[in-house]
T-cell receptor, first 111, second 111 residues
């Protein structure tokens, strides 16, 4: 998947616990994105990064935070997971305002 | 909210027929892209059309863009069973930093 790895691939957690998802790229791309995908909603942008320590909110950022301390890593943190955050999470990378390359996704279940 | 809205939500055709999917969006864009997603996988980029372009071709794919109507269409000619997937349009807006997706069209091509 174009040098992009998401971990873990599957995660089951309990309500109220913190969760961190990791996206790692080997392409040295500037832009990195976190999306969630839910039935009937397509992909919705959570947060994105346009460089190390440069991040911005997307359309569904409440309850999520991100960090990018290195070009290759973009972390998504759910400070206190809720059942509404059960979803499939996709990381994507891009060299510019052009095509995105997607990871394989992380299935997160919050019980 | 999502930028793009695909129509129809689901489409079922016979192998060999053409499939047309439409996308409408709300604000000005720099480019519009189409992606494909096979079940359980990440999205794969198909084609990009810039705001100053009206039509683009790639193999069996033809994309049109009408910025006055804020709409785009994706035509897949001579469809194959392997084209069965979900198709999403995505728009890149004025700040060039974030990409928003629609809810997708589920295409089923029957052999």
């Amino acid at each position: 998947d174009a040098g992009i790895t998401q971990s873990p691939r599957h995660k089951v957690t309990e309500t109220g616990t913190p969760v961190t998802l990791r996206c790692h790229q080997t392409e040295n791309h500037r832009y990195m994105y976190w999306y969630r995908q839910d039935p009937g909603h397509g992909l919705r942008l959570i947060h994105y990064s346009y460089g190390v320590k440069d991040t911005d909110k997307g359309e569904v950022s409440d309850g999520y935070s991100v960090s990018r301390s290195k070009t290759e890593d973009f972390l998504l943190t759910l400070e206190s997971a809720t059942s509404s955050q059960t979803s499939v999470y996709f990381c994507a990378i891009s060299g510019g305002p052009a095509e995105l390359f997607f990871g394989s996704g992380t299935q997160l279940s919050v019980l | 909210s999502q930028q793009g809205e695909e129509d129809p939500q689901a489409l079922s055709i016979q192998e060999g027929e053409n499939a047309t999917m439409n996308c409408s969006y709300k604000t000005s864009i720099n480019n519009l892209q189409w992606y494909r997603q096979n079940s359980g996988r990440g999205l794969v980029h198909l084609i990009l059309i810039r705001s100053n372009e009206r039509e683009k071709h790639s193999g069996r794919l033809r994309v049109t863009l009408d910025t006055s109507k804020k709409s785009s269409s994706l035509l897949i000619t001579a469809s194959r069973a392997a084209d069965t997937a979900s198709y999403f349009c995505a728009t890149v807006g004025g700040n060039n930093n974030d990409m928003r997706f629609g809810a997708g069209t589920r295409l089923t091509v029957k052999p």
